[in-house]
């Protein structure tokens, strides 16, 4: 689009110089030839522009002597200020008469029919061509701009497309510019021929071209609609292709672009010539190698006999620059020359090098933060100031930056210092995102209903960085209130301090599990310690209250309550005390909506011996963004969990379980979309001793979860149809594949036992037994928080899964 804007802007900027007559006449007596001193200038015809600035356009003042020169400079003048439309001259006696038609003002411009071209981009674009409202309208340059923008649709495919500026008069000399564009549809390539080549086929070159005369439905990065930016740019991929494979030689030789008598269709012929594949002789290195030519000639790519490689030969170049970056050299110079021996069709490349002089940083400068305090940029930065510039820390102080999730974008660049040579200064300019966020959430589900959730989060709290959230939780099943706070960089070597205070009120049977409540509470306390950029490890420390009322009677639930001594209570009563580790690995390119990186966390948390319920408990977690496009504009997303967890040791001679409140389970937004929150998992087993000793067994539709799971997912993001390229940056579309399994590994699977409920019996215990859904999903970084809607529809499910086919949340993306 860049490209577009830049062609528009230079076509639109064309001006037209009117011409002077050579003669007037009048209804006064005639201008003489001969001169005459001029006694008085009257200037008729004058509604906008005031008297005195129409005389200071003229080249004459009353005393002054003139002749048919000074008159001819005198209509040159006028019309080259740009305010008239006529301009006569006359002379009466001694008087000289200037009758003028100013040009009207313009007093709207709208546009119509354009699709192509957004109406800002188009008044941007008039505004430097001269053509605002309340300017003079120079109806000679809109010929030429009618004739720009059609020259811009014609570049686009559209040969059928016609832009007409129609100027209706007003009162008081004003008039309405409106500019009626006919846009038509995009001419179709009909046929793509090559000429000329003769080691590669057609097929094998045109699969690499964008534009195609026959597009498969299923092939969304190519085009079939001409456009002539993206045809030099396969003419580009076309000469990277041959030059990959040696044909250091090749040339295209001519392209031919022809449109039907129709407009519709274009025909595209190349000529080539492809000649021979090169092998490279040697590889010289010549100039100032900054003292390290030793590791520049280790990494050349090329052996003596190698066949030569563009891509290559670009790299090595690239390699060079970086690493005379990284030791102070901003400018360096790389150029590669190639030196043909045509005897024995050997090519030795000639690798010039001049790093410029060495530049270190007077200052380091943030710019475009009014919220967040210096201080909070400057601890992320690794390149320091009155230090020899390093483009690597540069770059990974941006990188961090961007990591905070304090800014929607960074960008930074090194501005030399005037005066000198050898230094410049750092400048990182952010444009600052809505750290803090309302956390309101609404879902809805066929079988869930309506759920609400709000809170509080401020990731930036008063500019300084730390992070403070007061989350409240209410709906059918849970009231929660957690109060948090986070300081990032506790001490000077970068080591975290978090804390917590919680409260919830859960309600099982409202949640899609099985029925029983858990009133709990409790408090931790988090260190989080950097092992280097990528690598994070916490330690933490925590206490939790749990009392479980209503007790569930399944037999999972009863085995565990057995298992810490309290079969048979009304209520269970566990004080847990827990040590948890976890790791972090963040490679993602940015905080908020990431197009390339990776993203992985494990955590283990186990609770000390006596404690309430004796048990430990692992989870993976891990994100891999793929670009598959230059843009980042469509994108590949792989998420992965797994988890377990189990109990250890005795109590009192019994072996402890894994409590059933803190099993895993899956369905809903974060793990698994088109089924309904925990609903998609093992189900409920009840004993039933009334009329056997041995007693007999009946399933339920009751969720009950596991102590393991496994899921993976895979998102396709794609840009978001009809918004514009500033809210791409905004909003989120992707098409979604989820998979997950939820298991009990302690579970004893025997079919003859259930009497009833078989269609909801399985093997709980095998993790193979999984749930497939897909759909769609938006996202959107409000305001507010970010929003996500999703539609997704189950492809594989068991009895007893509830579907949900939308859920809508605040709060929370992938």
């Given at each position: 689009?860049?490209?577009?804007?830049?062609?528009?802007?230079?076509?639109?900027?064309?001006?037209?110089?009117?011409?002077a007559?050579?003669?007037v006449?009048?209804?006064?007596?005639?201008?003489?030839i001969e001169n005459?001193?001029?006694k008085d200038?009257?200037?008729e015809?004058?509604?906008?522009?005031?008297?005195?600035a129409a005389l200071?356009e003229?080249?004459?003042?009353?005393?002054?002597?003139?002749?048919s020169?000074?008159?001819?400079d005198i209509?040159?003048?006028?019309?080259?200020?740009?305010?008239y439309?006529n301009?006569?001259v006359?002379?009466?006696n001694n008087v000289?008469?200037?009758?003028?038609q100013e040009?009207?003002t313009?007093?709207s411009?709208s546009?119509?029919?354009?699709k192509?071209?957004?109406d800002e981009?188009?008044?941007?674009?008039l505004?430097?061509?001269?053509?605002?409202?309340?300017d003079a309208?120079?109806?000679?340059?809109?010929?030429?701009?009618?004739?720009?923008?059609e020259?811009?649709?014609?570049?686009?495919g559209?040969y059928?497309?016609?832009?007409?500026?129609?100027?209706?008069?007003?009162p008081?000399?004003r008039a309405?510019?409106k500019?009626?564009?006919?846009?038509?549809?995009?001419?179709?390539i009909?046929?793509i021929?090559?000429?000329g080549?003769k080691?590669?086929s057609?097929?094998?070159?045109?699969?690499?071209?964008?534009?195609?005369a026959?597009?498969?439905?299923?092939?969304?990065l190519?085009?079939?609609k001409?456009?002539?930016?993206?045809?030099?740019?396969?003419?580009?991929?076309l000469k990277?292709f041959?030059?990959d494979?040696?044909y250091?030689?090749?040339?295209i030789?001519?392209t031919?672009?022809?449109?039907?008598p129709?407009?519709?269709?274009v025909?595209i012929?190349?000529?080539?010539?492809?000649?021979?594949?090169?092998?490279v002789?040697?590889?010289?290195?010549r100039?100032?190698?900054?003292g390290?030519k030793?590791?520049?000639?280790a990494?050349?790519?090329?052996?003596?006999?190698d066949t030569?490689?563009?891509?290559?030969?670009?790299?090595?170049?690239?390699?060079?620059?970086?690493?005379?970056g990284?030791?102070?050299?901003?400018y360096p110079?790389?150029?590669?020359?190639?030196?043909f021996d045509?005897e024995n069709?050997?090519?030795?490349?000639v690798?010039?090098v001049?790093?410029?002089k060495?530049?270190y940083v007077?200052d380091?400068r943030?710019?475009?933060?009014t919220?967040t305090?210096?201080?909070?940029l400057r601890?992320?930065?690794?390149?320091?100031?009155?230090s020899?510039?390093?483009?690597k820390?540069v770059?990974?102080?941006?990188t961090?930056?961007?990591?905070t999730?304090?800014?929607k974008?960074?960008?930074?660049?090194?501005?030399r210092?005037?005066g000198?040579?050898?230094?410049?200064?750092?400048?990182?300019?952010?444009q600052e995102?809505n750290?803090g966020s309302?956390?309101f959430?609404?879902?809805?589900g066929?079988?869930?209903?309506?759920s609400f959730?709000?809170?509080v989060?401020?990731?930036?709290?008063?500019?300084?960085?730390?992070?403070v959230?007061?989350?409240?939780?209410?709906?059918?099943?849970?009231?929660n209130?957690?109060?948090?706070?986070?300081?990032?960089y506790w001490n000077?070597?970068?080591v975290?301090?978090?804390?917590?205070?919680?409260?919830?009120?859960?309600?099982?049977?409202?949640?899609?599990?099985?029925d029983?409540?858990?009133?709990?509470?409790?408090s931790s306390?988090?260190?989080?310690?950097?092992?280097?950029?990528l690598?994070?490890?916490?330690?933490?420390v925590?206490y939790?209250?749990?009392?479980?009322?209503?007790?569930?009677?399944?037999v999972?639930?009863e085995?565990?309550?057995?298992?810490i001594d309290q079969?048979?209570?009304s209520n269970?009563?566990t004080?847990?005390y827990d040590?948890?580790?976890?790791?972090?690995?963040?490679?993602?390119d940015?905080s908020?909506f990431p197009?390339?990186?990776?993203y992985?966390?494990?955590?283990?948390?186990?609770?000390?011996?006596?404690s309430?319920?004796?048990?430990?408990?692992?989870?993976?977690?891990?994100r891999?963004?793929?670009p598959?496009?230059?843009k980042h504009d469509?994108?590949?997303?792989?998420?992965?969990?797994l988890?377990?967890?189990?109990g250890?040791g005795?109590?009192?001679?019994?072996?402890?379980?894994?409590?059933f409140?803190?099993?895993?389970?899956?369905?809903?937004?974060s793990t698994?979309?088109g089924?309904?929150s925990?609903?998609?998992g093992p189900?409920a087993?009840?004993a039933?001793?009334?009329?056997s000793?041995?007693g007999?067994?009946?399933?339920t539709s009751?969720s009950?979860?596991?102590n393991?799971?496994w899921l993976a997912?895979m998102?396709l993001i794609?840009?978001?149809?009809?918004?514009s390229?500033?809210?791409?940056s905004?909003?989120r579309?992707?098409?979604?594949v989820?998979?997950a399994s939820?298991?009990?590994?302690e579970?004893?699977y025997?079919p003859?036992q259930?009497v009833?409920?078989?269609?909801?019996?399985?093997?709980?215990?095998s993790?193979?037994?999984?749930?497939?859904?897909?759909?769609?999903?938006l996202?959107w970084?409000?305001?507010?928080?970010?929003l996500?809607?999703?539609?997704?529809k189950?492809?594989k499910k068991?009895?007893?899964d509830?579907e949900?086919?939308?859920?809508?949340?605040i709060?929370r993306?992938?």
């Amino acid at each position: 689009m860049a490209m577009k804007k830049i062609l528009f802007a230079t076509l639109l900027a064309t001006s037209v110089c009117a011409n002077a007559a050579d003669s007037v006449t009048s209804s006064h007596a005639p201008i003489n030839i001969e001169n005459f001193v001029v006694k008085d200038i009257k200037i008729e015809g004058l509604q906008r522009v005031t008297l005195g600035a129409a005389l200071l356009e003229i080249p004459v003042r009353v005393g002054d002597k003139v002749d048919s020169r000074d008159i001819a400079d005198i209509i040159r003048s006028m019309y080259a200020s740009g305010n008239y439309e006529n301009v006569q001259v006359y002379r009466d006696n001694n008087v000289l008469v200037i009758k003028v038609q100013e040009r009207p003002t313009i007093a709207s411009i709208s546009f119509s029919g354009n699709k192509t071209i957004k109406d800002e981009q188009l008044k941007k674009n008039l505004s430097a061509s001269g053509i605002s409202v309340g300017d003079a309208l120079d109806r000679t340059t809109l010929s030429n701009i009618e004739k720009g923008l059609e020259d811009f649709y014609y570049s686009v495919g559209k040969y059928n497309a016609t832009v007409k500026a129609v100027v209706t008069p007003l009162p008081r000399n004003r008039a309405d510019l409106k500019f009626v564009f006919t846009e038509g549809p995009s001419a179709q390539i009909e046929q793509i021929n090559l000429i000329g080549n003769k080691v590669f086929s057609n097929k094998t070159l045109l699969e690499h071209f964008n534009l195609k005369a026959d597009v498969s439905w299923w092939n969304f990065l190519s085009s079939d609609k001409y456009q002539k930016q993206e045809l030099a740019s396969d003419l580009e991929s076309l000469k990277s292709f041959y030059l990959d494979r040696g044909y250091l030689k090749f040339q295209i030789v001519s392209t031919e672009v022809s449109i039907s008598p129709d407009k519709q269709g274009v025909y595209i012929t190349l000529v080539l010539h492809e000649g021979k594949p090169w092998t490279v002789k040697k590889v010289e290195l010549r100039g100032n190698l900054a003292g390290d030519k030793s590791k520049f000639e280790a990494a050349i790519p090329f052996k003596s006999g190698d066949t030569y490689n563009g891509s290559e030969v670009t790299r090595y170049e690239n390699t060079i620059k970086k690493e005379l970056g990284q030791s102070g050299y901003a400018y360096p110079k790389v150029q590669t020359i190639p030196q043909f021996d045509e005897e024995n069709h050997q090519v030795t490349l000639v690798v010039s090098v001049d790093p410029g002089k060495r530049m270190y940083v007077r200052d380091i400068r943030f710019q475009g933060n009014t919220a967040t305090k210096d201080e909070v940029l400057r601890r992320e930065m690794r390149q320091m100031e009155s230090s020899w510039l390093n483009s690597k820390d540069v770059e990974t102080g941006k990188t961090r930056l961007n990591r905070t999730g304090f800014f929607k974008k960074v960008d930074v660049k090194t501005d030399r210092v005037p005066g000198s040579p050898d230094q410049v200064d750092v400048v990182y300019d952010v444009q600052e995102a809505n750290s803090g966020s309302v956390n309101f959430g609404v879902g809805y589900g066929t079988e869930s209903g309506v759920s609400f959730q709000a809170g509080v989060q401020q990731d930036n709290f008063l500019g300084t960085g730390n992070r403070v959230g007061i989350n409240a939780m209410t709906n059918d099943y849970s009231k929660n209130v957690t109060l948090s706070y986070t300081d990032p960089y506790w001490n000077l070597d970068g080591v975290s301090l978090g804390g917590k205070v919680f409260y919830n009120e859960f309600e099982a049977s409202n949640a899609g599990i099985v029925d029983y409540t858990n009133n709990s509470y409790g408090s931790s306390l988090t260190w989080g310690f950097p092992v280097d950029e990528l690598n994070r490890l916490g330690l933490g420390v925590g206490y939790t209250h749990n009392d479980i009322g209503n007790v569930p009677t399944y037999v999972q639930a009863e085995q565990f309550a057995k298992s810490i001594d309290q079969y048979g209570n009304s209520n269970l009563i566990t004080n847990d005390y827990d040590v948890n580790f976890t790791w972090t690995r963040n490679a993602l390119d940015k905080s908020y909506f990431p197009t390339a990186g990776n993203y992985q966390s494990a955590s283990y948390k186990i609770t000390v011996p006596g404690s309430g319920a004796q048990y430990f408990k692992m989870q993976y977690d891990v994100r891999q963004y793929i670009p598959l496009t230059r843009k980042h504009d469509f994108t590949l997303l792989m998420r992965g969990r797994l988890g377990y967890g189990n109990g250890y040791g005795e109590t009192n001679g019994n072996e402890n379980l894994y409590p059933f409140y803190e099993n895993f389970y899956a369905g809903g937004f974060s793990t698994l979309r088109g089924f309904s929150s925990n609903t998609a998992g093992p189900k409920a087993v009840y004993a039933d001793y009334s009329t056997s000793n041995n007693g007999e067994y009946y399933a339920t539709s009751d969720s009950v979860g596991g102590n393991a799971t496994w899921l993976a997912s895979m998102e396709l993001i794609v840009p978001t149809p009809f918004a514009s390229d500033e809210a791409q940056s905004q909003i989120r579309t992707s098409v979604f594949v989820d998979m997950a399994s939820v298991w009990d590994t302690e579970f004893s699977y025997d079919p003859s036992q259930v009497v009833y409920g078989n269609q909801y019996y399985y093997d709980y215990s095998s993790p193979w037994n999984y749930r497939a859904s897909t759909g769609v999903a938006l996202q959107w970084m409000s305001p507010m928080g970010p929003l996500v809607f999703a539609v997704a529809k189950p492809l594989k499910k068991y009895e007893g899964d509830d579907e949900e086919f939308f859920t809508f949340t605040i709060g929370r993306t992938f």
